[in-house]
C-alpha cells in the first residue's frame, strides 16, 4: 500500500532525527530534471539532490549498470579485489591527473580521509581552512567547516584556523611550523556559490609547496563537470596534493573517494584508514556508468554553455532584490538583498525546486542534462515572484 503525503510526514515525525528542514513535498519518482510528488505534480529541478544528479535522475545507462550489477555482485567487503573498483580507480586517475584512490561513501567521510592522510604524511597537525568554507559534519570534516553555529555544540574540534577566501596573503600569514595542509573548495558551494579568480588557486599551490606543507581539494561539489570543466581545479591549472570527490560520482548513488600524488598516497600503509563499503561493486558500476554518460553526452561541455545560457537569462529579470549573479558551468548563485526562502516556497508551488544557500543566494545546481526550455520555465517563475 503507498503512503500517502500525511501518512509519510507522521511517520518521518514519529521515527526520524529532526536534523533536516524539510520542503513540504514527499517525491516519489523522478526522471531527468523533473521530480514528482507523491500526488502526481511535477517540479522541474534545479537542485539535483543537492549537486549529485549531474546526468539527470535515473539515467537509463545508470539504472542498467545498477540492474546488471546487483544481479552478479552486490558487496563483498575490502578484504577481497574486485573488477569494478580496479576500473573505477584507473578511470578516476585518468580524469583527475592524480595518482591513487581511497574509496568511501560520501563528501565528509572523503574530507575525514584526507585530513588523516595529511596528518600522517606531514607529521604536523594543523589546518588552514577559508571563511564560509563547508566540508561536512563529521567530526574532521566539521573542525575544517566554518560555520558557528554547525561547530560550536561539538568543540573541541581538530585544530584549524580560518582566513578570508581568495585571500593568498593571509594563508601565507596564518601558516606555521606545524601547518599540515590547506583545505579549499575550488567554488565555495554552501558558502554562497562563491568563485575566487584562477590566480588564487595558482598563488595557494605556489605557497604550499615554498612551505611543504599539502593542498587539499575538496571537489565534493564541483566535480564531474559541474562547473563546466571535469573539476573545477582545471579553471586554474594547478593540482592537488590531495582531492576529495563524492556527490555527483555516482549518478545518484552514493559514493565517495579521496586521491592521492603518489608520494603523499604511499603515506598510508597497511591498517591506517579502511571503510566496509567504500569501493561496494554496485557504487562502482553505478560511478562508472555515469562516468561514461557524461563523456558520450558531452555533459561537461553542455555544462558551460547552459550555464552560461543561464546567467544571460537571470541577468534579463528585475534587477530590484539582486546584489549579484556569479557562476562557472551549471554552478550558479543569484545573491540577493533579502532573504531567499519565500522565494523557494513560492517556487515549489508553481513547479520549480530551487536551493538556497548561506540566507539570501539562490543556488542553481540544476542535472547538467536540463534542457534550455526546463531552464527558461524556471527563471519566467522566478520573474512572476
Ligand atoms: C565541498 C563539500 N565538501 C564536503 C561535503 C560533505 O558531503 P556529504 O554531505 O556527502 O558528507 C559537501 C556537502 O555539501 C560539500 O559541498
Not at 7 to 23: A, G, H, P, S, W
Not at 73 to 84: A, F, G, K
Not at 87 to 99: C, I, P, Q
Amino acid at each position: 500500500m503507498a503512503l500517502n503525503y500525511d501518512d509519510i510526514v507522521e511517520k518521518f515525525e514519529r521515527y526520524i532525527f529532526n536534523t533536516y528542514t524539510r520542503q513540504p513535498i514527499a517525491i516519489k519518482r523522478a526522471r531527468g530534471a523533473v521530480v514528482t510528488d507523491v500526488n502526481g505534480k511535477e517540479y522541474i529541478d534545479c537542485v539535483a539532490g543537492i549537486a549529485v544528479n549531474n546526468v539527470g535522475h535515473c539515467h537509463p545507462a545508470v539504472v542498467e549498470a545498477i540492474k546488471k550489477q546487483a544481479e552478479q555482485l552486490i558487496h563483498v567487503s575490502n578484504l577481497y579485489y574486485t573488477e569494478q573498483q580496479a576500473l573505477l580507480a584507473e578511470e578516476l586517475v585518468k580524469l583527475t591527473g592524480m595518482d591513487r584512490v581511497f574509496f568511501c561513501n560520501s563528501g565528509a567521510e572523503a574530507v575525514e580521509g584526507a585530513l588523516k592522510l595529511a596528518r600522517k604524511a606531514t607529521g604536523k597537525k594543523e589546518f588552514i581552512a577559508a571563511e564560509h568554507a563547508f566540508h561536512g559534519r563529521t567530526r574532521g570534516a566539521l573542525s575544517v567547516t566554518h560555520k558557528e553555529k554547525y561547530r560550536k555544540p561539538f568543540e573541541p574540534l581538530a585544530p584549524a584556523v580560518f582566513v578570508p577566501y581568495n585571500d593568498a596573503d593571509a594563508i601565507s600569514a596564518a601558516l606555521n611550523k606545524d601547518t599540515a595542509g590547506v583545505i579549499l573548495e575550488p567554488i565555495q558551494g554552501e558558502g554562497g556559490v562563491v568563485i575566487p579568480s584562477n590566480e588564487y588557486l595558482k598563488e595557494v599551490r605556489e605557497i604550499c609547496d615554498e612551505n611543504q606543507t599539502l593542498l587539499i581539494l575538496d571537489e565534493v561539489q564541483t566535480g564531474f563537470g559541474r562547473t563546466g570543466k571535469w573539476f573545477a581545479k582545471e579553471h586554474s591549472g594547478i593540482k592537488g596534493d590531495i582531492t576529495t570527490i563524492a556527490k555527483a560520482m555516482g549518478g545518484g548513488f552514493p559514493m565517495g573517494a579521496m586521491l592521492g600524488s603518489e608520494d603523499v598516497a604511499v603515506k598510508f600503509e597497511r591498517g591506517d584508514h579502511a571503510s566496509t563499503f567504500g569501493g561496494n561493486a554496485i557504487s562502482c558500476a553505478a560511478a562508472l556508468a555515469n562516468i561514461d554518460v557524461i563523456k558520450k553526452e558531452g555533459l561537461v561541455k553542455r555544462s558551460e554553455e547552459l550555464g552560461a545560457y543561464l546567467i544571460r537569462k537571470l541577468e534579463g529579470l528585475n534587477k530590484d532584490y539582486v546584489k549579484e549573479i556569479r557562476g562557472k558551468g551549471l554552478m550558479v548563485g543569484m545573491e540577493l538583498s533579502i532573504k531567499c526562502d519565500d522565494i523557494v516556497n513560492i517556487a515549489r508551488e508553481r513547479g520549480v525546486l530551487l536551493n538556497c544557500t548561506s540566507e539570501s543566494v539562490l543556488r542553481f545546481v540544476p542535472p547538467l542534462t536540463i534542457t534550455e526550455e526546463q531552464l527558461d520555465k524556471a527563471v519566467s517563475v522566478l520573474d512572476e515572484i
